[in-house]
């Protein structure tokens, strides 16, 4: 069965620990029983890294080359920073779709840029967790029509 | 039953009807079905519009204020030059979901900004025609949970 | 009896339709009411135009050589990106009077620049509805001083 | 009765001085007055000063807090440089009104950018030695609708 | 025969109607008849619009799609702020010869930068009304050695 | 009782090691000294990492929910590069006070910004060591006062 | 017994009079008191000058040469606009520690430069009143290591 | 007879020499008699300079006064570097046709900007060698008609 | 006997006190005694001032209207941050020499623009005093030939 | 024996891994053989590091100190965002190679900018595997004529 | 005895050639006459070249090493565009005096940096002709005091 | 036997010649041998051109056609201004090999832009004399691998 790599970037891991009245009550956890559900409607299971360690992630991404079919990523702050993520990304040469749990382009402008979205194959901003959902779908579409 | 206005800007009735090994035969009628597929799943019927005229649209969006709960909106070429577009979504205060069929970071520096974005609750972009379903079902959870 | 156009732009339809108790009641209606009584205090009469379209307000300008001898105008959203609006102005020869109802220079940065100011003879901004009546008085003293 | 502060800044003392028959002959003192005849017909005094000295202004606009309601300013080429009388007029919250005599958006580059703009309510520019009395009755009608 | 669509956007009517003195006395129409006269040595046809409407302008290049052999536009004002109409060229896949009357690089620094001009095949600026008779001979010679 | 957590970013395990005739012998361990010193005079005791590791240094920072009352940051080169080291100091949402030991304004110009100054309470640059001391009494007053 | 220079520049003259319930009721004579008191402590005496002018706190800063050690100051507006003021501070070749009582990096973009930072030896920002209390000790410390 | 300059400028000699399978047979020879034909037909003289070397180009150009009516240049590279070339046309105070065989709008952004345009009557761009044609046309048409 | 007003800005009062092993033992006493002697040699006198207070110099600067010929002036600081000055200069319409005792070219990049340098008739960088002498013969010159 | 600390940034155990037809088939540990026969010819050992993870990188460049004589780094994707290993380098104050397999001013603007080059010795750029060699002998040359 | 080199760059040789009426009948041979009646006051004679190569210039400055004591510059265009030149003079280690005839300040943008003045003792523009002889005594008293 | 083309651009000649003490005593001639001597290990001969005229370069470059294989290029100042040396390069589509002596990275921002690095196979910067060693391997290898 193909796989999904899903990548979560720093500070993701306090996803619904803080403020639940606010931000509910769904935790990263949530999140990639999310993303396993949707995938397996794909036929896809799902490897999953969560880190605050830039390090950590790109050996991640390095590691799905021959194992994974595509990856899901949501950068976190490595989104307007991380060049080497970027280029792990390109390395692998696998699609990618990025996610961002919150509408960036309301907020600071050092957050409007974003290194990955140009190497990504699609990506959904703002649309809360449902987002990860419509990324596995639309990477799944796409990994299945190639 | 709740409606969403459909509004896809300047050339996109070209959708399809061109290079067709290219771009594939879907058509701007092929989206209007899929959003109204879409739309059905969350109860909502569809008001659609399509206009190279930039007025046209901005009458149109008028019009969806007390008729429609939303808006999904590809706005082409305007995405990255028309404030008054912007301005149309802002004054009739309904939630907005923005669309692009491809990825436009991997285009020229002028489609990187969007004047609609930062009003917008949702973005998808470059999942192909499937990011106008995206942005349905994301913005019909949105205003059915509001 | 001289003449002056009133041109409003695109959105501007929307005025005291839109949240009543924050914006107040006056319509664009009122705003018209308010250009006519003003410019009979100096003799001219009014005609006057609204539209989201900005080829209509070409038009219009254009249409304003030889019966119009001045022109008031709130560009609206086109303030900020219509160059052919900038054209229409000088190519007509008229003088020119710039209103914006709310303070642009406390918005968003792109707002801060206006294709029309430097063509105008004078601008009003943040005066509310009276703006329009500082406008007609401040190009009426213009003309009949020529 | 309430009272206007009428700050007018550098080099405006040379108004009608010089070259008459292009400026006019209107004065500094005509400013003064027609500022104080239109306040009077909204039941307002004036305290006028005008200087060369950037911290004589702040001074007076310190000065105005408890006695003034409104400050009417022309900060002529302090404008564009000076944080200072920005900070005093914010420092005494009194609703300002900005006036510009000529069209500083014809001018050098330099003049396109205010410091008080955007903590002003109203902002008159190219009206003449008029644009006074719009701002004076503009600043009026703000202060007695609050 | 094969056709020319020959395009020209805002204000590009007002030629020859305003001050004949100093812009001479030739209008739109003697455009229209020097295009054609051109034309006709190169064996095509002419198809023209001439529009203050954006829209207008997108719809009639939208109609060249396998009517018309190439496109002779002038997009006055739109050259600078409009990528509706670029995407609009693109889309039909058809030569295009931008023309400016005027030298646009002794104007304005916002008239120096052209949306049309790389996707153009050639670009004529300065040289009068006969910049338009140059231009339909360059895309004729590139359209009949293709 | 209340604690603060010290962090200190990369290279700054090297103080005092290097060329102690030119910066002294204070170490990074008189530096915790220091800090301990002066939180206990405001009953605070101290946690403190350093680290060449941004995952680290946010781990770190997420371990202090609930276990600090605030945070003491000198964060290195990652002051001007780092995101993720902002967003883990506002996703705990605990107070902060910044320390530079040098005066990094008259160094290159890309240490004149700093991602973290605009999240933290107060910022001490270029006092030395000493800086410490005043960032933990300002952030212990800050603490206690609230 | 050696002096410190304590100089404060514009608007700070109104500290502790405006908005005692948000600002606290600490005035600009508290500021000097407390500096003199941390003063003391090192053995040092106060001279304190506050003025909305420029040129009475280059004129004080001069007068400083040969009389006192150092200068504490809170250049007020004038750290984003004087080179004067900067020049005074070089002129006089006083080791200078700088204070600003809120975080000016949370302000206005305009607000992120200093034209007297580089030139000085410490800066604190944001510590509210405390700062000053910094600052003296800071410039005490380097006055009497040197 | 009337004559002109006509200027090539550095690498223009390559032509046709290189890759005449891609860029044609066409030489700086061709070039020269394309150009001597055309101003034949408006009875003009053609002198011909091609160098490598922009002081050649200067000389040259001096040279013209008094004994050419205008200028036909091909900038080449200098287009985008040399003030020292605009100034040689100004200071001989002729009329300038500018042409580029291809589409400098395509290229690189450090060839969007010409030193030579603004001091132009008209630009040429992407024509090919016929744009040669079009610029001796153009200029004779504008010494002719003055 | 025609009169130079000679301006000397902020800090300037400074000269020859300071570090005379450095900078010389002349002071500002002596560039007024060689202006003096320089201006005597064309039969000039001149009126001097300098300040530390912008106001002080521009209240000058209007003095001299009627009364001098023209102005040389070393505005300091105020060279590159005083609109006012600048505006002053135009304001009495007399023709001005500036001078910087010092190359500025090798100072801060804020030091490179002047507000003065394009409303001067001429400019002296870098020539120590002598700079005044030659800025005095060279607008004597200047006024003698008008 | 003096050794080298030899430092490869992120991706760079991805060398030779992938697609051998087009990078062929050297891998790093070729990169590190290269190196190290290198440096015997001048009589130096080699200390390798790989990593993808930033800290890591900076311990060993810290751990360098008194133990290498010099540094042979390719900072990978570090290269254009890590100011912090930049402060390694110059923190153990041990002489630097900087060196680049691609030519990287053939790629994206970002690549560009290096924050080692200006604290390098010397940068090879687009020399292939081979340029470590250059690195190297550049590098040993500096240290034993030093 | 000691010797100057004046160096004018390109267009020079056309002063006092076109419109007599307009910039005078001073030609080229003038000012060199003016510069060596100048020198030698200081007892100095000089070497001139005038060219618009930029290579004979720099040539001739290579030349001054050993024979001349001092550079007069006027670089023309050279001024804005020149690396070469700016290099040649620092090459030979003489000091440097640049004089542009023209207030260039008052000219296009791209004429108000030059890459001389930096590497120059002083600069004078504006003085017309004169300007050469103060430049001639400035660096003469350089030298001799030297 | 292939040749290599040596290019050194303007104050090249200086090398050796000035300064012995700082610079050595390596000439331009050493620089010769050194790559005569390097390129002979790769059965390669030298082509060997300096002058600080660009045009002599380009000239050299172009006679490179056909009787060299490769480009070995200091370009000098050029390398910051010269798109005609570039475009040059380009024209005779041989490898080249760029050399600069000094590291340009640690000089002025203007020396950090190369308009030679995009089109050049390899650079060297920094390595001082031996970087032309480096460079002829580099550009020899490629040629041979080819």
């Not at 979560?8 to 606010?22: F, I, S, Y």
């Not at 390395?91 to 050092?110: C, D, K, M, Q, Y």
């Not at 809360?128 to 799944?140: D, F, K, T």
């Given at each position: 069965?193909?796989k999904?790599?899903?990548v979560?970037?720093?500070?993701?891991?306090?996803?619904?620990?803080?403020?639940?009245?606010?931000y509910?009550?769904?935790?990263?956890?949530?999140?990639?029983?999310?993303?396993?559900?949707?995938?397996?409607?794909?036929?896809?299971?799902?490897?999953?890294?969560?880190?605050?360690?830039?390090?950590?992630?790109?050996?991640?991404?390095?590691?799905?080359?021959?194992?994974?079919?595509?990856?899901?990523?949501?950068?976190?702050?490595?989104?307007?920073?991380?060049?080497?993520?970027?280029?792990?990304?390109?390395?692998?040469?696998?699609?990618?779709?990025?996610?961002?749990?919150?509408?960036?382009?309301?907020?600071?402008?050092?957050?409007?840029?974003?290194?990955?979205?140009?190497?990504?194959?699609?990506?959904?901003?703002?649309a809360?967790?449902?987002?990860?959902?419509?990324?596995?779908?639309?990477?799944?579409r796409?990994?299945?029509?190639?």
């Open positions: 069965m193909a999904l790599l899903l979560n970037g720093p500070n993701l891991n306090l996803l619904g620990v803080r403020e639940p009245d606010t509910g009550t769904d935790s990263l956890d949530d999140v990639v029983d999310l993303v396993r559900s949707t995938a397996a409607r794909w036929d896809m299971g799902v490897d999953a890294v969560q880190s605050n360690h830039e390090g950590v992630l790109i050996d991640a991404i390095h590691a799905a080359r021959g194992t994974c079919a595509a990856i899901v990523i949501n950068p976190g702050a490595f989104t307007h920073t991380s060049v080497a993520l970027r280029d792990a990304l390109t390395g692998v040469a696998l699609p990618v779709a990025e996610v961002h749990i919150s509408n960036i382009h309301r907020r600071e402008p050092f957050r409007h840029h974003s290194f990955v979205s140009d190497v990504a194959e699609l990506v959904i901003v703002g809360g967790l449902r987002g990860y959902a419509y990324a596995v779908e639309g990477i799944a796409h990994v299945q029509q190639c």
